[in-house]
């Protein structure tokens, strides 16, 4: 197996410490001993090799082996993400995190049953993100995936127009994804609509925005099944996986 990969702060110096909850998770519940091997990562591309050295009660003592950055993947997938109702927005952000998706932006759509108001929005935000920084570890990602604020429609229609590719998941689409020309560089931004789809109106301002409907399958996804489906079929096309 790969080595376990753990946030952390600070990369530089040939002996790092692992503290705090990552220390801890390390330490306590992984039980990760004197000459294991562990990888650091900033989230953004930085990365560590390291060897543990001591175990102490909440914290690794670590020597580093190497330290190296990797490169941001292109073109960046960004999935917009209608929201679902209950905990599905979770489990999508958890399954397009660990497929590869760089960009994950909740969208308030005119369909979706739940709404963000208020103290929610934070609260929401941060059990995305969270999920998100968690997938990111389990899948040994280096670039951990933004998740957005909260956009409306008009700020969807805008990342749409300023994308290399806008696509927008319809199951009355007659072109299907797997036949779209896909840019070497730059956003693709797919839209996925909740529970109840997506509007005439949010239609007819996406394709204004450079939108193209598009058709996953044959079969009618669930909203937190339709983004990781769509984002697996670019991801092979634009030879990132």
Known sequence: MTAPVFLAHRLDGPELTLDGP??????SVRR???GERVDLTDGAGGVAECVVRET???TLRLDVLRRYDVEAPRPRIVVVQGLPKGDRGELAVEMMTEAGVDVIVPWAAARSITQWKGDKVAKALGRWRSTAREAGKQARRFHLPEVADLASTAQVERLLSEAALGLVLHEEAAE???GVELPAGGDIVVVVGPEGGVSEEELAGFRAAKAMPVLLGPTVLRTSTAGVAAAAVLLSRTGRW
């Open 56 to 58: 102490l009660k909440d």
């Open 176 to 178: 299907p994804l797997s």
């Open 32 to 34: 990760l001993r004197a």
């Open 22 to 27: 990552e220390g801890r998770h390390a330490a």
